[in-house]
């Protein structure tokens, strides 16, 4: 038998559920001044009961004579003065101080009415209110007022909060922005914020003695293990600017390693509208770790090089090419062909670009060593500047089979930057790397080929500007050891490390995208234009970090050394030994002051290049450390040669 007893939730819920709804709403204006207004009646007949002891039966009528011209003087005052405008829910300061200018407004109209009924004479008047009368209202209409707002915010923050999860949080700041967050928190419906604490970076004094709207203040120091078992907390949420951004990953440490979520506030820039939401909360992850300004795209010298203008990027279904292809679509040019060999990538990206409603750009499935096809690409488009990423990037890779190396980022750049020359393009930017300096990899030297290429393309084709970029590892890149970092510790382990000292430079994608933009509007012709790269990171500590910043437990996940890879330094370097450095007018923008260099002994090797057998491993290595006297291999190519061979 079906069973028909209704529980006291059945019956009463859905009664909730509309209450709640009509609580969410902005509550209407008139009804808030209605209620108001019946606040000040019932404050008005309060004030006649305190005024005469509780027994105003021989003053009721002149009450009743009073009280329309109450409501009709208050009335008029919050008709002026709005008190009833505010966002009920969010009563604040502000808010306060209208109600309680409103009320002030009130008693002097009845005062001045007092004054007046007593010049004349007429005591007797329900115009002249005793003194007392008009102390008492004003207080008590002020005090009903405030408390009704607080009580429809505590239940409308109640109801709005019913079933959504609690999160126990310490606030990292004691400045402004820690405040603005405090703020955000406590007035969020998403969540209930329960707001543990404030932590000071430097010393607070005694822990808890200070307070911020009755919330202690806790040094860095007072924060502990031990601390933490006595008040469990669920998020940590950075809202301090740190001078070195290494230092708030340092002071997170304690909380990474308990499991305890990482917050951050983002800087106001980032804020829509510049109004900060609990949606604009995000989770700490290497990118803010870098002691990198955020990158503000709107840039007039830029938009000054590429608005109106064609331009060509290779590679540029790549991570580096996809973010620079997005940067200069940003900037207006009236067309942009983007050119890779990368089928799928390529067209992701096409269906990207279309989804956020650019069209002034053509992809072309092409490889750059199909030198008729690319100089078909030029003649039709006649392109003023091309951005040159393609290019064959993994070291291991490369140590095994150098002959795509060479065929890639020697031979068919080569043959692109002679057809720019040939058919006018006005800016060659070719993108390099550090490991470009000083190589001990195949990588590594043949990207130093195409930097003296470009020097020397200078010289032969000067009508076109050859301009070397040349910066570090980006984080996100495919390949990169972040991105392969993130996929072993998603699988459990190990975390492999090729050497416990290894350094190297890091910067984001949209920053090197950015700087390779400004390089191309200041840049002249024969140049290297090196980025400031910031400070080196030991890739131990990084595997540590993201271990612990991936939630997991760092006694769990492994980290294995298995020694330096083909061609793999310990650390890397942006100028060679003879190399220094200018300043551009670009901040984190340089330019390598270069030695002199023979081109005609540079193209004979080439050439040379070109008629070899580029499968005799041995062969293109010497030929290689011809070109570049700095290249040194730290692996023995011929006894690959002999491998193949047996």
Not at 448 to 475: D, H, S
């Amino acid at each position: 038998m079906k069973n028909t007893h209704k529980t006291f939730t059945d019956i009463y819920y859905p009664h909730w559920i509309k209450v709640r709804d009509f609580l969410m709403r902005s509550s209407p204006r008139w009804l808030i001044l209605l209620i108001d207004l019946i606040l000040v009646s019932i404050a008005f007949f309060f004030t006649y009961l305190l005024r005469f002891n509780f027994a105003f039966a021989d003053s009721f009528h002149k009450f009743l004579l009073q009280l329309p011209l109450v409501l009709l003087i208050s009335t008029l005052v919050f008709l002026r003065i709005k008190p009833y405008r505010g966002v009920v829910r969010l009563t604040g300061e502000y808010d306060i101080k209208m109600i309680t200018k409103a009320n002030i407004f009130i008693a002097a109209v009845m005062f001045l009415l007092t004054i007046l009924m007593r010049l004349a004479g007429r005591t007797e008047s329900f115009l002249n209110f005793p003194y007392s009368v008009i102390i008492i209202q004003f207080l008590l209409a002020t005090f009903f007022m405030i408390v009704a707002r607080a009580i429809y915010k505590s239940l409308y923050y109640k109801i709005a909060r019913e079933g959504s999860k609690t999160y126990k949080v310490l606030i990292y700041g004691t400045g402004m922005p820690a405040v603005r967050t405090f703020e955000t928190l406590k007035n969020s419906t998403d969540c209930h914020y329960i707001i543990e604490g404030f932590i000071q970076p430097e010393h607070a004094g005694e822990p808890g003695a200070k307070r911020i709207q009755g919330i202690p203040i806790y040094a860095q120091a007072d924060i502990d293990e031990e601390w933490l078992r006595r008040h469990p907390v669920d998020q940590v949420i950075i809202a301090h600017q740190e001078q070195d951004p290494l230092a708030t990953l340092n002071n997170m440490d304690l909380f990474i390693r308990q499991g305890i979520q990482v917050k951050v506030v983002p800087p106001p820039e980032q804020w829509t509208g510049h109004f900060f939401d609990v949606h604009h909360l995000q989770s700490l992850n290497l990118e803010m770790l870098l002691d990198r300004k955020p990158i503000r795209l709107e840039d007039r010298d830029i938009r000054s090089l590429l608005e109106g203008k064609t331009v060509m990027v290779t590679g540029a279904a790549g991570s580096i090419g996809s973010v620079l292809t997005r940067q200069i679509l940003y900037y207006g040019p009236a067309k942009v062909i983007l050119v890779d060999q990368a089928e799928s990538p390529l067209y992701d990206l096409k269906v990207d670009l279309e989804t956020e409603g650019y069209q002034n750009f053509r992809t072309v499935l092409a490889d750059i060593e199909d030198t008729a096809l690319m100089e078909k690409l030029m003649a039709e488009h006649r392109p003023d500047y091309i951005f040159h990423a393609a290019a064959y990037k993994h070291v291991p890779v490369l140590e095994m089979e150098p002959y795509y190396g060479i065929k890639v980022n020697i031979l068919a750049t080569r043959r692109l930057m002679e057809a720019a020359g040939q058919y006018g393009v006005r800016k060659f930017i070719q993108i390099s790397t550090d490991k470009a300096v000083n190589p001990t990899n195949v990588m590594g030297a043949t990207k130093r080929v195409a930097e003296l290429m470009a020097r020397c393309m200078q010289e032969k084709y000067p009508q076109t500007e050859y301009i070397v970029t040349r910066f570090g590892n980006v984080l996100g890149s495919n390949g990169s050891v972040v991105h392969r970092f993130r996929k072993q510790i998603k699988n459990g382990g190990p975390v492999t490390v090729t050497d416990e000292n290894i350094v190297r430079y890091f910067m984001t994608i949209p920053e090197a995208a950015h700087l390779v933009l400004k390089a191309a509007h200041t840049g002249s012709g024969g140049k290297i234009y090196v980025f400031d790269m910031g400070h080196p990171v030991r890739i131990m500590d990084l595997a540590k970090r993201m271990i612990a910043l991936m939630g997991k437990n760092p006694e769990e996940i492994e980290i294995r050394i298995t020694g330096l890879r083909p061609g793999e330094k310990i650390y890397e370097e942006l100028l060679t030994s003879d190399e220094k450095v200018t300043r551009t007018e670009y901040d984190k923008l340089y330019i390598a002051r270069l030695s002199p260099l023979d081109c005609a002994l540079l193209f004979e090797q080439l050439n040379l290049l070109e008629q070899t057998d580029l499968h005799d491993t041995g062969a293109v290595i010497d030929l290689l450390r011809r070109i570049v006297p700095e290249y040194k291999p730290n692996r023995n190519h011929r006894s690959l040669d002999e491998k193949r061979q047996s």
